[in-house]
C-alpha cells in the first residue's frame, strides 16, 4: 500500500501549458506539503495544507495554485509553464503534532 | 530561520568501510532533526529521526546519527558501506510553529560506494 501517491510520474509540456500534478496520502495525516528539488538537488517547501486550509506560501509565483479537496488530497496546478519551472516536485504528508513528513515519489516535470 | 548545512557535497568510500555524513544545524529552539535518502529516480525514505532523548539514535538499514548540541551537529554513521547505499543523503531540521510544521532541508550529500 502506498503511503504518499503522486501523478504523474514524469510529465513532459511545452511552455505555456498548464499541468496538473495530483497527490493523494492514505496515512489519515492532517497536513500535506509540496516542494521543490531543482536540478542542483536542494529541496525546498512550496505550500503546506491543514486540514485543506493553507498555512505556508514559500513565495511561490502565482502561476502555481494548489488545491486540497480533502485532507488525504493535494494537488498541484501550473499555468503558463515556463522553463525554470523544470524540476522535481514532491509531495508530503505529516500529523500536525510532528514534523516527520513522510514523502511520495515525486513528479519530475520538463518543460521545453 | 533554521538552516541546515552538509558541508560534503561528494563522498566517496569503499564497500565495507565505515562511513560518517556530516550535518550541522542553526536553530534557535530544541531542534528536530532528521536523516532522508533519495535513491536514483525514488522519493525521499526517512533514515531515521532525533526528537529527544537520547542523543545516538539509530535508523533503518544500520545506519546511527549522533546529536551534539555543543557543536550543532547530527551526523550520520554507518560501520559498514554496502554497495546499495550508494545514493544521496539530506539531513533536515524541522521547526513546528503555531499550528504546523516545517522541514529545511541541507544540500544534500550523494555517496558513492567503491568497490
Known amino acids: 500500500d502506498t503511503a504518499v501517491s503522486q501523478t504523474p510520474k514524469y510529465l513532459v509540456t511545452q511552455m505555456g501549458n498548464d499541468k496538473s500534478i495530483k497527490c493523494e496520502q492514505n496515512?489519515?495525516?492532517?497536513?500535506m506539503y509540496w516542494y521543490k528539488q531543482d536540478s542542483k538537488k536542494f529541496l525546498k517547501i512550496m505550500f503546506s495544507y491543514n486540514n485543506k486550509e493553507l498555512i505556508i506560501n514559500e513565495t511561490v509565483p502565482n502561476r502555481f495554485s494548489p488545491k486540497s479537496p480533502d485532507k488525504a488530497h493535494l494537488n498541484l496546478h501550473i499555468n503558463s509553464l515556463e522553463l525554470g519551472d523544470s524540476a522535481v516536485y514532491f509531495c508530503a504528508s505529516s500529523q500536525i503534532a510532528h514534523t516527520e513528513a513522510f514523502f511520495g515519489q515525486g513528479t519530475r516535470l520538463t518543460v521545453v | 530561520a533554521q538552516s541546515v548545512t552538509q558541508p560534503d557535497i561528494h563522498i566517496t568510500v569503499s564497500e565495507g568501510a565505515s562511513l560518517e555524513l556530516r550535518c550541522n544545524y542553526s536553530y534557535g529552539a530544541t531542534p528536530y532533526l532528521f536523516w532522508y535518502v533519495q535513491s536514483p529516480g525514488q522519493g525521499l525514505q526517512l533514515l531515521l529521526k532525533y526528537f529527544s532523548g537520547d542523543t545516538l539514535v539509530q535508523g533503518i538499514k544500520g545506519f546511527e546519527a549522533e546529536f551534539k548540541r555543543s557543536q550543532s551537529s547530527f551526523n550520520l554513521r554507518k560501520p559498514s558501506v554496502h554497495w546499495s547505499d550508494a545514493a544521496e543523503y539530506f539531513c533536515a531540521v524541522g521547526a513546528r510553529h503555531s499550528g504546523y510544521s516545517t522541514l529545511t532541508f541541507g544540500k544534500g550529500t550523494m555517496l558513492l560506494v567503491s568497490p
Open positions: 496515512l489519515g495525516h492532517d497536513t
